[in-house]
């Protein structure tokens, strides 16, 4: 599986971004898609998640509200809109995909090269 992601760059505190992640090669019949971010020198967290089959959703709680993950099966595709953003969300964004869902980085076995978000204050 290959995840190419895309849509990273500044903005201002309470502004938007649409972070979008394609898969490409093998994919599994039901397996999840997550986005995780890493600030320096800090470990990568997790962000949110998707069941690509049926759609479930998870957040973490420090983007509920905020943040809303989406998928397009027709073009193998995962989305992270984020509203509201802070200084605090900074971070290189990374997409990722996992058989099953977790929230553990060691859960997924792909990864995508990350895109990096910056929120000025």
């Known amino acids: 599986v290959q995840l190419q992601a895309s849509g990273g760059g500044l903005v201002q505190a309470g502004g938007s971004l649409r972070l979008s992640c394609a898969a490409s090669?093998?994919?599994?019949?039901?397996?999840?898609m997550g986005w995780f971010r890493q600030i320096p020198g800090k470990e990568r967290e997790f962000v949110a998640a998707?069941?690509?089959?049926?759609?479930?959703?998870y957040y973490a709680d420090f983007v509920k509200g905020r943040f809303t993950i989406s998928k397009d099966n027709a073009v193998k595709s995962v989305y992270l809109q984020m509203n509201s953003l802070k200084p605090e969300d900074t971070a290189v964004y990374y997409c990722?995909?996992?058989?099953?869902?977790?929230?553990?980085?060691?859960?997924?076995?792909?990864w995508g090269r990350g895109t990096q978000v910056t929120v000025s204050s």
């Open positions: 990722a995909v996992a058989e099953y869902y977790s929230s553990s980085r060691s859960s997924y076995d792909y």
């Open positions: 090669g093998r994919t599994f019949s039901s397996y999840v």
């Open positions: 998707i069941r690509w089959s049926g759609g479930a959703t």
